[in-house]
């Protein structure tokens, strides 16, 4: 019996480069190629309007099986979008407000080679929070995650936030360059796999996949088989492994 295999990929840095749109060939590839054997999915920690600029507008939803933005509390499954929840819902508003309040208050007295506007994204199920501001340019976002790696800005942050409030069940994740995500314990990219159903196999493709990343907790999953990618072409270049080895497989059983 021929195994049913979905393969779900993480966006940036997997299959695009940081905020950037995906290059044609890679498309090309995941289409025309592995499309023909699997069916694939994307989890990005993106709201659902910047996956859908990186991955190809509206027809996003026939490309791919699922779309999860904001590690899928944000849930579409063939073009349908599937029941949601909230962080202020989960957590309350006044400690939600009080953990705004609290990264404000850090920011402002943050002192950093630059800043730029739009520190705190609310999202559906997280805070983004950005100590150089989302709005930097790409050239800016880069000069912050080289400053970032020598000051370790981001991961400072973190543990203020963590010894401020120790005792809400919250999860932090770095992704990107620019930005680290908070939300509540459990709702990381994970989150999205209990949307996915009917497969004997899924395999995940991330990036940030080692402790403290936003691909750590899917990639180490029980429920997926998880492949470590260093860029887009590290991900063709797995595929065609996985493609070949299942093809294997498949002879051999056959024979
Ligand atoms: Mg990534």
Redesign the pocket.
């Known amino acids: 019996m021929t195994k049913k295999i979905i393969c779900l990929f993480?966006?940036?840095?997997?299959l695009t480069d940081p905020r950037q749109a995906i290059k044609p060939t890679v498309e090309k590839f995941l289409l025309e190629t592995v499309q023909k054997e699997f069916d694939i999915a994307v989890v990005g920690g993106s709201d659902i309007e910047k996956i859908k600029e990186q991955l190809g507008g509206k027809s996003i939803f026939e490309k791919y099986k699922y779309v999860f933005a904001e590690n899928g509390l944000i849930a579409f499954k063939d073009g349908k979008q599937l029941p949601t929840e909230t962080i202020q819902n989960n957590i309350g508003e006044e400690t939600l407000q009080d953990l705004i309040n609290f990264c404000l208050k850090y920011m402002s007295e943050l002192q950093l080679p630059f800043k730029r506007g739009t520190f705190i994204e609310f999202r559906t199920g997280m805070l983004n929070v950005s100590p150089v501001g989302r709005n930097c340019t790409t050239e800016e976002r880069t000069q912050f995650y080289e400053y970032d790696i020598e000051n370790q800005v981001r991961q400072k942050f973190i543990q203020a936030v963590k010894k401020e409030f120790p005792d809400i069940a919250l999860q932090y994740s770095i992704?990107g360059q620019i930005s680290f995500d908070v939300f509540p314990l459990g709702w990381d990219k994970t989150y999205c796999l209990r949307h996915i159903q009917g497969y004997n196999e899924i395999h995940f493709f991330?990036?940030?996949t080692t402790e403290g990343g936003?691909?750590y907790e899917i990639y180490e999953s029980d429920l997926t088989i998880g492949h470590r990618v260093s860029c887009p072409e590290d991900t063709v270049k797995q595929l065609n492994i996985l493609m070949a080895l299942v093809k294997e497989i498949k002879e051999r059983e056959t024979n």
């Open positions: 993480d966006v940036d840095g997997t992704g991330g990036d940030k936003n691909d």
